[in-house]
């Protein structure tokens, strides 16, 4: 199953890109998808093992398992305010 | 209780005259500012790159959390997206309560929290470069 991970600000300019697609088993959860996403683009593993992700615009919740239609982000590193 | 999120383009404006409900007895207006430099060099301004959806529920959500919390009257939050030059404002709190410590405790959190969990990112542009 592909997943697109869109990506944001530093984790962004890391991997030179605003998305990444990465293949992952069917029943794939937030975990794995971190550490699946770090062995894909090696740039990112620093970011996506401390950082979070979100799964259609709501942090995933730790086991949260993933589909093929949701939007999943990285989010690491923000800094607003 | 009432909440107000905000996301807009460039600057967040100037805040709007007006006077508050009758059971409000303090309201805190907090402005973040672009400051001229980032660790040590010349800005002319930040870029804020905003995960627009989750952003806002983010906003929302840490806000209903401050009115439950800190027995608030009203939230309200404008943040900005793009570009924000040096002394403009890029974030404004107001918060409404019948007190003001429960306003102050509330701010403190709320900002602790947003710089922690809203995906929102900033970029400095150095002074210098390109426009």
Known sequence: ?81 | MSIEVRIVEGEVPARAAGRPGPGVGSVIVFEGCVRGEERGRAIRGLAYEVYEVMAERELERLAREALARHGLTALRVWHSRGFVAVAGCSLRVEVDSPHRMEGLRALQEFIDALKRDVPIWKRPEWAGGPA
């Not at chain 1, 890391?14 to 550490?35: F, K, M, Y």
């Not at chain 1, 770090?38 to 730790?62: C, K, Y």
């Open chain 1, 1 to 81: 199953m592909e997943v697109r991970v869109r990506l944001f600000g530093p984790a962004a300019e890391l991997a030179g890109a605003g998305a990444v697609t990465v293949q992952v088993d069917p029943g794939c959860d937030e975990a794995a998808l971190r550490s699946r996403l770090g062995e894909s683009v090696p740039a990112l593993a620093p970011l996506a093992r401390q950082g979070r992700l979100a799964i259609n615009h709501a942090f995933a919740r730790p086991g949260q398992v993933v589909t093929g239609g949701d939007e999943v982000a990285l989010i690491a590193m923000v800094s607003g305010g």
